[in-house]
Each structure stands twice: as structure tokens, then as C-alpha cells.
């Protein structure tokens, strides 16, 4: 029987061309109620480590801004694309590159200035300040404040800026970002890469799986491997499209574990 296990395990195939790219909230660590306390476990970082020894790209692709990234998950040889593909930071490199026009980078930054309000705080709406996108979190509050988060989406889309539902999160976006499947394709096209798993738990994945396999599709990427951590809040047409399911991101870290230990 194929196991997920053993499906990963093409990826060492032709190690040198193949690609491991996964998301870090949800998928390699769990969801807290405030971001900033959310841990990547040790045993991602050092299975990730090594993984980058052998594979052709090890990479996060994250919501988060790439410099964050890179401190959440700590492994030097990871490349981070942050918020979403905004910003492409490569191992070594002490700044992302910017893939934005910069009349765009603080739009919504501009937005949030402009409309926050003390009524937000009493709500428990938590801002998350991304650089070019502007998150509110309103995890553990009630229905009333998701109701009010609506209300500052339509506002924001009125004025031309983006709104992206996560897992309890608006993001706030400047228009035409094309968020993780633009990065995913950049990421691969120039390079050949044979074989690619790509993990994640909520609809930004979704977006990347979609254009992962369009491109798998018209014969860009041989081999996809689609990994999605499921919960109660992520999109189900991910759950639908995704080779292996797991139920939390502890189940992924230990496939990534044991990708790492498996002999050369
Ligand atoms: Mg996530």
C-alpha cells in the first residue's frame, strides 16, 4: 500500500530536481490565537536543514513577511517567499527583493491609518502589519466582530484595495497581487524541476495548488505531490484537490522528519 510516507519519498528520486515547497501557519505549526506566539518546532528546522543539503529548492511560501519567515522556521537554507509572494528572500540574502510597484506597497498600510478606530480594539480585532498587506485577526472573538470585519472589507474594497479571507484573518492586499500562485510559478518555472510537493492548510494554498496543477496538467512539472493539512476552517476544494491529507501540522513535520532520515 502507498503510504504518505513512500509518496513523499519521490522527491529523493532525483533529489537535485526536485522541489519541496510548504506554507508555515497551520501547516508547519499550529494556529494560536495571536500570530506573533505561533512556534515552529526544532524538528521542522533541522528536518528542513537537511533536506535543503539534498534537495534542488526547499521553500516556504508564506503570508508573512519573508524576514519573519525565515526567523519563525530558522533553517538558513530555505528559501522564503513572504506575504504571500510579495517579497523573495533567498538564502543568504539579508533583504527580500520587493515585487511590487511602490505606489502599492502601503496602500493598504494607508487604509488601516486612515479607518482604525477604538471600537476595533473593544471588537478584539487584532492588526497584523505585513508591509504591503494588512491583516485583522479576530480568532476568539465573536460574531459580532466578524460582522464588523466584513464591514471594514467592503469599505476596503470600495477604495480599491483586495480582501482575502484566511482561517479567522481578512488580509487587506493592494490590487492585482497575484498572491501564492504567482509565486510558485516563479519559483519553478526557470528550473526544471521534476517532482514537487507543495503542503498547505488554507485558501492562499489553494490558490498555488490550483496553478500547481494546471501546470502539472500542461506538463510543466511531471510530478505533484499535494499535501494539505485539513481542519474545520480551510477550504474543502483544498482538502478535495490534495494527494495526502494530514490533520495537523505535527503529522507533516513528522513526514518531513522522516523524508530527512531516509538514506541517501
Ligand atoms: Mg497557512
Known sequence: MSTPESQLSILLDDPGRSALLSDIDGTLCRIVDRPENARVPAKATKSLDVLCERLGLVACVTGRPALVGRSMVGAEGVTYFGNHGLELLRPGDEQPEIRLDSEQVDRAARFIADNDSPVWVEAKIRLEDKGPIQALHWRGAGPRTEALVRQIADHAIAVDLTAHWGRKVLELRPPDMEGKAGAVERL???????????????????????????????????????????????????????????????????LIARLAAHDA
Open 188 to 254: 519553478l518555472a526557470a528550473n526544471g524541476f521534476e517532482t514537487v510537493v507543495f503542503a498547505g492548510d488554507d485558501k492562499t494554498d489553494l490558490e498555488a495548488v490550483r496553478r500547481l496543477q494546471e501546470m502539472r496538467d500542461m506538463g510543466q512539472i511531471p510530478n505533484l505531490l499535494v499535501v494539505a493539512v485539513g481542519s474545520s476552517e480551510g477550504p474543502e476544494e483544498l482538502f478535495e484537490r490534495a494527494d495526502v491529507l494530514v490533520t495537523e501540522s505535527d503529522e507533516w513535520i513528522a
